[in-house]
């Protein structure tokens, strides 16, 4: 075979390839011989701020304690994509290219850093750190990302200035944070709060209660490894007119709930999701809004309404904030305020409880998930003509976000819908489908995935009995079960918003 032809092509490609490192070195001159106070005061600063990552992480801080849902998620996939950033950078890229780094002589002595890199030249790690953190915040909450692209500019910009890089090699590192943090979310989709059309919350009046006359809280003071203790002293502090009731072991949950409800004109609840389960049912068979206080582990339905603090909670009891949120029934008898499952987590739960007080919740906790997928027992249920083989079948109170595997927060709670999330795990080669389809951020478009969003679901186990775990808590055993929204039923206390 004649490769002549090609020996034009190559020596072409070379001598791009010269011209543009004749290129990124004369650039890197004509910057370090520019003779600027500015530079010289600035530029070193912001380098040394950069190390280590030092600035990106007291950033992540600051967003993680002052910024609003997408921006706290935004800095936690930042600081996520950072750190792979930094791994594959140091411990791969640079030792791929080798490239020395640039003659520091020709820059002013004020603006070298004390110590000279040492390491290869290419690509730039404080630029590609840059890079995946700004992306990483900027695909939860672009305007934040669009704020930190501009700095992560100039940090890049400080690198060539102080004489640790070519500008070639800060587009490289930019170009490979940005590339990693990408394809993070095609792994990890970021949330993406979709903009239902859908009528305005339906509030209702209610009188102000500046010292908590008229309502009685429930609150379980074990409960969240001893939140409820904490959320009692604030509640009592708070709200001094208030009637405080205590959950003790061996109570039933339910009639001290109905009892307290027959008395009060507003039922408040400190407890886990379980237990404001129970509570909203007492609500609404009483006729009394509810209030709930963060006083659990999760605090899944707390959150979701707005009442993620104590204060919170206080604030709208005291203001009589109060809107309706839905519901959903369970063969016309049992409340879902949040989740209800088979498959893989009701067996994780179990696996836990079993455990959990003799080595203690997160040991508990971590062999129960070794448990659960090393054992994994499908279940096949039939629902709408069809029957399938699931290990994962999650049923949502309003529909989550975002879509795929792991559905984690709701925008609203009144959309009148249920959130149906099946993997169908009975096909051939199912988990390694479903593997694979994680990996590249396709699960929401495989044949293998079903999501649907109705406002009633019913299905039955095919093999008898399966476990249902609702609101985090494992239930009672089912073969059919039937599920139906009770649209805007449940008048809560939450915050406007």
């Known amino acids: 075979m004649d490769l002549l032809p090609f020996r034009p092509r190559r020596r072409g490609i070379r001598q791009i390839g010269q011209g543009l490192g004749t290129l990124d070195r004369e650039v890197f001159e004509a910057v370090a011989e520019s003779p600027s106070p500015l530079i010289d005061a600035v530029m070193p600063r912001l380098t040394r701020a950069a190390d280590h990552s030092k600035l990106w992480f007291a950033i992540a801080a600051g967003l ?37 780094r640039p003659n520091r ?8 850093t004390r110590r000279a890199p040492t390491s290869n030249s290419l690509p730039s790690g404080h630029s590609a750190s840059a890079a995946a ?23 890049g910009m400080s690198r060539v200035a102080v004489g640790a890089h070519y500008p070639g090699d800060v587009l490289a590192g930019f170009g490979l944070g940005a ?30 209660r500046p010292r908590g006359a008229g309502v009685t809280v429930v609150v379980n003071p ?86 993620d603090t104590t204060a919170k909670t206080v604030a ?16 016309e008898k049992q409340m879902v305020v949040n989740t209800a499952s088979i498959g893989a987590y009701p067996q994780f739960v179990q696996t836990r409880e079993k455990l959990e007080h003799r080595i203690g919740k997160p040991l508990a906790g971590i062999y129960a998930m070794f448990h659960t997928l090393r054992r994994d027992q499908p279940v096949r249920i039939s629902y709408d003509n ?22 984690s927060r709701r925008t609203r709670m009144d959309d009148g819908l249920i959130d149906i999330r099946i993997l169908d795990t009975g096909r051939p080669l199912a988990k390694l489908r479903i593997i694979a389809a994680l990996m590249f951020g396709r699960l929401t478009r495989s044949p293998l995935y079903r999501e649907l969003r109705v406002p009633e679901f019913s299905f039955r186990s095919v093999d008898g009995p399966t476990v249902l775990a ?24 939450r915050p406007e918003p």
């Open 64 to 100: 993680a304690a002052f910024g609003n849902p997408s921006v706290k998620r935004g800095a936690m996939r930042g600081v996520l994509t950072l750190g792979v950033t930094s791994l594959v950078t140091n411990q791969g890229a640079k030792r791929v290219w080798r490239r020395e």
């Open 105 to 112: 002589i020709l820059v002013p002595l004020a603006r070298q």
């Open 133 to 155: 953190f700004a992306v990483g915040v900027g695909l939860e909450n672009a305007p934040t990302g669009l704020g930190l692209a501009l700095l992560a500019g100039l940090v």
């Open 179 to 208: 590339g990693i943090a990408v394809l993070g979310a095609r792994v990890v989709p970021p949330i993406v709060e979709e903009r239902l059309p859908g009528a305005a919350p339906l509030r209702q009046d209610a009188p102000e």
């Open 222 to 307: 074990a409960s969240g490894s001893g939140t409820g203790a904490r959320v009692l002293d604030e509640v009592r502090e708070a709200l001094p007119d208030a009637e405080i009731v205590e959950l003790g072991e061996d109570d039933d949950v339910a009639e001290v709930f109905r009892s307290a409800a027959r008395r009060a004109e507003v039922l408040a609840v400190g407890g886990g999701d379980g237990t404001v389960a129970v509570a909203a049912s007492i609500a609404l068979e009483e006729d009394v809004p509810l209030a709930v206080l963060p006083a659990g582990t999760f605090n899944h339905f707390a959150k979701d309404i707005g009442c």
């Open 316 to 331: 709208a009891i005291q203001q009589g904030t109060v809107s309706c949120v839905d519901v959903v029934c369970l063969n």
């Open 386 to 407: 069809q029957t399938l083989q699931t290990s994962l079948f999650f049923l949502g109170n309003s529909i989550y976000l975002p879509s795929g595997f792991a559905p």
């Open 470 to 493: 609702l609101d985090g808590e494992v239930g009672t055993e089912v073969t059919e079960a039937s599920f139906s929204v009770r649209y805007r039923a449940l008048p809560v206390f």
